[in-house]
């Protein structure tokens, strides 16, 4: 192809797909220029996991009519003059790329009135072509309705993932936003329904409830520091709340990050935050926190990235260290809001290497689902007795792993089986996950419900994720014997659990679960699955009888994926008897002969 300069229609495409990577970028710019706009009230609505519409509506100042075709040109904005002023930047835009971008893919109407105007206006943009303007009645304020995104980009549509993931993705951004800004009041519907409110009180901690919701803001820890920079008067602050050292979760997503009041995603500043709880916390685990970080502006560098996400700073290592020794303190040494709470443990020390709070679970008797009994009372069972109980148990599945005979178990975590290529060591934690997660799925694909046990006055209190995940997954989940019913806007009633969790604490099983499972994942049904199955299963450290043993190792045994756990991890080794000879030198002629 010759070299030839590309038309404005695509310039301006490119341009657009750098801001505008999906809908929740989309509704970011949008809340961004409500909140630069003074807003006090922001009203988000979505539908179709924001594909459909997204509207962004606000009481700021409005755009004035005459400067309504400015600000959704490229590079126009009312927020920045000269290179000089990036350096000094306290909006939270300033590229004036965002209006250019987002009407640039979608259709777009734009409706305001400018505080000192009388009369609104209305425009729409439809793929970056303005219609005319016409006046309109309007509170002062700004309304901004963006449909079928990227209707106009077939390519960028393709790649978008599932309404749920949109949905997630959308929900995260404006929890950030309400966290960030404690003084607007953020009021978030999708699909017609209220997801997320906040009061506009000024407290953090009202929103960081609204959020994590109660139960985990009350295992929290507020954190607050200051530090002088040095040789100035200036200093770096940081603020929020931290869980505590033995309240946290399996993955970093819970960590909300701000600089000067914008949400970041910073690898060190996470860092610094997990790194805060160095020995206090298990490999693997993650607090959930919530961390403002306030710099002089000339001190850090937002324009990093088209959409701000990141920031440079002038020296990230001070940062760093203030924001550890901030978090550190308050984890060390919390002298923190819930009084009651922490005289529990407060002679617990923090310095205290961590226990696994799953300690417990090791109690927890060895549960099967209850198959038909006629042919496992058998403790003596020898193999050839085996061939026939084979077309027995269970009668529909095809084998795929050899029959295995039980010789015992080795650290109360291992079973040991003989079978006739070798001999087997069995994970018994890993091997009954994949052995649930196999009958979750049979009995889902039956459409036959577990069994289940109801709790007595039992109630959780869910965040909005978790609420979406309830909403979206009910039938599964009550086909797994989870039923819940709502019971205010972030409570719901547990009315059964499924009878395998039935040596858990109802409230802790149910939440201990739906806090596992990963809703932006790709295959979320999986996720729940799961994770129902590495919860209730047997775990390391548990004594199991012959029987018990017997019975996991024959349904493995017919397991689709019998090598390998839910998470992929291997459920067994295997030795055969190549290798066990090789490694007892059996098949060296000098040791052969002293057979
Ligand atoms: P930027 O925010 O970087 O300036 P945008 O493209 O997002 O660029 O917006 C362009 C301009 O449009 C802004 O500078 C502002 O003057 C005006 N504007 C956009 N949205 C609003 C709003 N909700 N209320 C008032 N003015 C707005
Ligand atoms: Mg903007």
Not at 216 to 240: C, D, P
Not at 251 to 257: A, C, F, Q
Not at 392 to 410: N, S
Request: with cysteine; glycine share 6%.
């Amino acid at each position: 192809m010759p070299i030839q300069q590309l038309t404005e229609d695509v310039i301006s495409k490119i341009a657009a797909g750098e801001v505008v990577e999906r809908p929740a970028s989309v509704v970011k710019e949008l809340i961004e220029n409500a909140l630069d706009a003074g807003a006090e009230n922001i009203r988000i609505e979505i539908s179709g996991g924001g594909r459909k519409l997204i509207q962004v509506s606000d009481d700021g100042t409005g755009i004035p009519a005459d400067e309504i075709a400015l600000a959704i040109a490229r590079h126009a904005t009312s927020k920045l003059r000269s290179a000089d002023d990036l350096f000094d930047i306290r909006t939270l835009g300033f590229r004036g790329e965002a209006l250019a971008s987002i009407t640039a893919v979608s259709r777009t109407t734009i409706l305001t009135r400018h505080r000192d105007e009388e009369m609104g206006v209305q425009v729409k943009i439809e793929g970056g072509r303005s219609g005319p303007l016409k006046p309109a009645g309007a509170p002062a304020g700004t309304v901004i309705s963006v449909e079928n995104l990227f209707f106009n980009v077939p390519a960028r549509l393709k790649f978008l993932k599932t309404d749920t993931t949109e949905k997630r993705q959308i929900s995260l951004v404006v929890m950030r936003y309400a966290l960030a800004y404690p003084t607007v009041r953020f009021i978030f519907l999708q699909d017609g329904r209220e997801q997320f409110r906040t009061t506009g009180s000024g407290e953090l901690a009202d929103v960081v409830v609204r959020v994590f919701g109660l139960d985990v803001f009350k295992r929290m820890i507020e954190v607050r520091a200051e530090e002088k920079l040095r040789g100035t008067t200036e200093s770096i602050a940081v603020r929020g709340f931290v869980s505590e050292a033995d309240y946290n979760r399996k993955d970093r997503s819970r960590i909300y990050l701000f600089v000067n009041g914008r949400a970041i995603q910073d690898n060190s500043l996470i860092y610094a935050v997990t790194q805060a709880y160095h020995r206090l916390l298990p490999r693997g685990q993650y607090p959930y926190a919530v961390v403002m970080v306030d710099v002089p502006p000339r001190f850090v560098d937002v324009n990093v990235h088209p959409t701000k996400a990141e920031v440079r700073f002038q020296d990230a290592n001070i940062v760093f260290s203030v924001v550890q020794r901030a978090v550190r303190s308050a984890v060390v040494n919390p002298h923190q809001l819930h009084q009651a709470h922490r005289d529990q443990q407060s002679t617990g020390g923090w310095s205290v290497p961590y226990t696994p709070h799953d300690a417990s679970d090791s109690q927890m008797e060895f549960q099967l689902p209850d198959y038909d009994d006629a042919v496992s009372d058998t403790d003596k069972r020898h193999r050839q007795q085996r061939q026939t109980d084979d077309d027995k148990f269970p009668p529909e599945k095809p084998r795929t792993l050899p029959p295995l005979r039980v010789i015992g178990q080795v650290g109360a975590a291992y079973i040991v089986a003989e079978g006739p290529a070798g001999m087997y060591l069995i994970d018994q934690h890993i091997a009954h996950q994949r052995v649930l997660v196999d009958y979750f799925l049979d009995s889902v694909a039956d459409e036959t419900t577990l069994d289940t046990l109801t709790p007595e006055a039992c109630t959780i209190q869910v965040d909005a994720e978790q609420r979406d995940l309830i909403d979206e997954y009910s039938v599964l989940l009550s086909m797994l014997g989870l039923t819940l019913e709502l019971f205010g806007t972030d409570t719901y009633r547990v009315q059964s659990v499924p009878a395998l969790a039935r040596n858990q604490e109802p409230a802790e099983f149910v939440l201990k679960w739906l806090t596992a499972v990963d809703a932006g994942a790709e295959d979320v049904q999986q996720e729940i699955l799961h994770h129902l199955a590495r919860i209730v299963s047997v775990k390391s450290g548990q004594v199991l009888s012959q029987h018990e043993m017997q019975e996991m190792v024959r349904t493995l045994e017919r397991c689709d994926t019998p090598l390998r756990g839910p998470f992929g991890q291997p459920t067994l080794l295997h030795m055969s008897a190549d290798y066990l000879q090789h490694e007892f030198k059996r098949n060296k002629p000098a040791s052969d002969s002293a057979s």
